[in-house]
């Protein structure tokens, strides 16, 4: 796949973005569309079960906001958005300008999940002036506030959430929110505290709090990162692994210059679309001392162009961080990925945004078109010893 083919589909999708959303739906009656696993696993069975009770209750919103409730939390888990629709397609009755408010926090994490961050913050904020304790719009609005590159704004939620979320849960996000300061030592203590305390947490409350903790340990550059990255994979081992701290550990490897690791580590999840990019980097890396790579490196290529045509046909934008990163590393064309980073960091403005930035301008030899990145990382007081490195490579 070439460069230039990726850009065309970033394009269509990009202008298709700004036109209403409307449902793929094809010309031929016997187009495949998608092949159904038989063996989804229990939590799936969970969410068909709710679909169920809310199709033999049509009109009442309890059991519709239950099964979008489940299905979010499987589309997350399995990295599916099928599951992200149906959640949709569930409130749908009740979307309009001024719904309930547990719709509006559906919605709002709908519209997160497609990074439709100022829709998300337009509710998350109206339920907030409602009901200022409300934990899960309180949490989700500090994570898209550190997500936008702010995180004294994600702070000052995390704080008002100490007493109303669980101890482990207020912790977690504190100490997410903090580390992106001055400080980020003290926000690790306080989060390895917490971890201690809450031994009898729940498994994604831990699973969170140890996955945090990992990256905060990878920005401070610690001995311990990888220690800490396992052992958040180990929590309830048994489960299917969590896609976001799957990719993290993987991102880990990856920054280490472990590509053998990272491609192992992912290979058994080849089917997310998180771990196929990231299988893409970790072959092309290993190409040219495995030349047997280039098959399955290629076919690679093409799923991921079909991918991102697949997001577009949703009607979603491809999330610009991964494009970008798929131009610069497996493409190896910094000049077509510095103006997707860039637009990328308008939107987002995490450490790795900053990363991705900074490694595309420099390879563009367009160092100046990372000035907003430096001065953001001037006023946050931002440390994280990857860009500490990067910026240190002559």
């Not at 990255?229 to 799957?246: Q, S």
């Not at 993290?248 to 992912?266: G, I, K, S, T, V």
């Not at 960091?345 to 900053?354: C, I, M």
């Amino acid at each position: 796949m070439t460069t230039r083919l990726l850009m065309a589909v970033l394009m269509v999708t990009m202008l298709g973005a700004a036109a209403a959303r409307e449902p793929y739906r094809p010309d031929d009656d016997e187009q495949v569309l998608l092949r159904l696993n038989d063996r989804e696993g229990p939590e799936v069975s969970e969410v068909w079960a709710a679909r169920k009770a809310m199709r033999d209750a049509p009109g009442e919103l309890s059991p519709a906001l239950d099964f979008a409730r489940r299905a979010i939390e499987a589309g997350r888990q399995r990295a599916d958005p099928r599951f992200m629709s149906y959640a949709e397609a569930a409130i749908a009755p009740w979307n309009d300008a001024d719904p309930p408010l547990e719709v509006r926090v559906i919605r709002a994490t709908l519209a997160q999940h497609r990074h439709d961050f100022e829709a998300a913050l337009a509710d998350l904020d109206a339920v907030l002036a409602e009901a200022p304790r409300h934990a899960q719009a309180r949490l989700t609005r500090s994570v898209i506030r550190r997500v936008q590159g702010d995180p004294q704004a994600a702070l000052r939620d995390c704080a008002a959430l100490v007493g109303v979320a669980s101890p482990l849960v207020a912790s977690t996000c504190v100490a997410d929110s903090a580390s992106l300061g001055r400080q980020p030592d003290a926000a690790l203590t306080l989060l390895q505290t917490a971890i201690e305390r809450a031994t009898q947490a729940p498994l994604a409350e831990r699973r969170w709090a140890f996955t945090v903790r990992a990256e905060i340990a990878e920005r401070l550059g610690r001995d311990d990162t990888e220690r800490c990255f396992r052992e958040a994979l180990n929590l309830g081992r048994a489960e299917r692994p969590d896609p976001y701290l799957l990719y993290a550990y993987a991102d880990f490897l990856l920054e280490m210059q472990r590509p053998a690791e990272a491609r192992a580590l992912l290979l058994p999840h080849a089917a997310l679309d998180g771990a196929l990019l990231r299988l893409a980097i970790a072959e092309t890396r290993l190409l040219p001392g495995q030349p047997g790579l280039k098959p399955a490196l290629e076919a690679r290529k093409k799923l991921i162009a079909t991918r991102f045509d697949m997001s577009r046909r949703r009607g979603d934008t491809p999330h610009q961080r991964e494009l970008a990163r798929y131009l610069l590393e497996v493409e190896a064309d910094p000049v077509a990925a510095l103006p997707v980073a860039l637009n990328n960091w308008a939107q987002q403005r995490e450490p790795a945004d900053a990363l991705l930035v900074l490694k595309a301008a420099a390879g563009a030899g367009r160092n100046e078109a990372a000035r907003p990145v430096k001065d953001w990382l001037r006023d946050t007081g931002v440390q994280d010893q990857r860009i500490t490195r990067h910026l240190a490579t002559p």
